[in-house]
């Protein structure tokens, strides 16, 4: 499957993972690389000498492509746009932020840059940034999100840009490549589908989660503080919801409660501490398999279905 995507990151398939913070490490990009598409490790907020570490550790797992995620409103984000640099690293995707102080640089660099976007507004000052591809990401996905579902989301940006789009939100299977194609799209970005990998080094019982969830098991919280996170419904993300919805929970509170909840889920798996973000298509997957058979099975899939 061949497209503006595959020829710009020389990648097999359009299919890119997504920069899962505190998720997507090495050993998950690599694999995804490994099976045709473009695996990317999560920069968040972690120490440099630990992200420059995991970098090193990709390229001796896979001689693909592979790229990095930064997220903007982190600290360490000039550090990061660097070291990206330093490292040589192919692609750069970013979110929660504007990246365009960043990209003549990373350009210079013959790093391929794109940026994560919500609305059509940004997607354009990206375009005339300099992206090279935007990723339009619809409220269905996890983590972090705007509030456009993909499937209005992505058709808009497409008609606005020149440059290529890739779709996100709600993406797992070949039906969501097909029908992210008829939208326009050129590629897709998935993350909810690789939780359930072999490779994915998260807690078991965060896998569980999200092989047992059903269709209604997804929860968006935050909203009240700007930061609206969608998450597996679970004991503690309840209770986030209801102290938003009843105002028990300031918005301070909130950011107190939530601080370090990523990591005590991916890690720890804590069910009474953590914080289980996932996309709202988790009640689709229903099993752990190889990166490798994922991406397989989603790319055969969607290639029938576009041939028809």
């Known amino acids: 499957m061949k497209t503006r995507i595959t020829e710009l990151l020389g990648c097999e398939y359009p299919l890119i993972q997504g920069g899962m913070a505190w998720i997507a490490e090495h050993t998950l990009a690599a694999a995804v690389s490994n099976a045709g ?12 000498d ?29 550090d990061l746009a660097q070291l990206c640099i330093d490292e040589g690293v192919a692609v750069v995707t970013t979110g929660a932020g504007n990246p ?8 210079e660099a013959g790093i391929k840059v794109i940026p994560v976007i919500p609305s059509v507004a940004l997607a354009r000052r990206m375009e005339k940034a ?13 983590g ?36 992210s194609f008829m939208l326009g799209a050129e590629g897709v970005q998935i993350g909810t589908r690789f939780l ?13 989660l999200v092989v047992k969830a059903k269709d209604t098991d997804s ?25 938003e919805k009843d105002g028990s929970l300031t918005p301070e509170q909130f950011e107190e409660v939530t601080l370090g909840s990523l990591r005590k889920a991916v890690q720890d798996g804590n069910l009474e501490e953590g914080s ?7 009640g689709m997957i229903n099993d752990i398999k190889p990166c490798e058979t994922i991406v397989r099975d989603i790319m055969t899939q969607a290639q029938e279905l576009l041939g028809r």
């Not at 598409?37 to 440099?48: C, Y």
């Not at 300099?130 to 996890?142: F, I, L, N, R």
């Open 100 to 107: 365009g102080k960043y990209i003549p640089a990373w350009k």
């Open 219 to 243: 929860v968006v919280t935050g909203r009240y503080t700007g930061h609206p996170c969608r998450n597996i419904k679970t004991k503690f993300s309840k209770m986030l919801a209801n102290g």
């Open 196 to 208: 359930a990998s072999e490779e994915c080094q998260i807690h078991h019982t965060f896998k569980e």
């Open 37 to 48: 598409g473009i695996g990317l490790i999560a920069g968040g907020s972690a120490p440099i």
């Open 50 to 78: 630990y992200l420059r570490n995991q970098i090193r550790l990709c390229k001796e797992n896979t001689n693909k492509p592979f790229g990095v995620n930064i997220m903007l409103m982190s600290p360490n984000a000039d």
């Open 130 to 142: 300099g992206a090279d591809a935007v990723v339009a990401e619809g409220t269905e996905s996890g």
């Open 276 to 282: 289980f973000l996932c996309g709202a298509i988790a």
């Open 144 to 179: 972090h999100i705007g509030e456009n579902t993909t499937m209005c989301l992505v058709p808009q940006v497409v008609d606005a840009l020149e440059i290529p789009v890739i779709a996100a939100g709600g993406i797992a299977d070949g039906r969501g490549v097909a029908a």
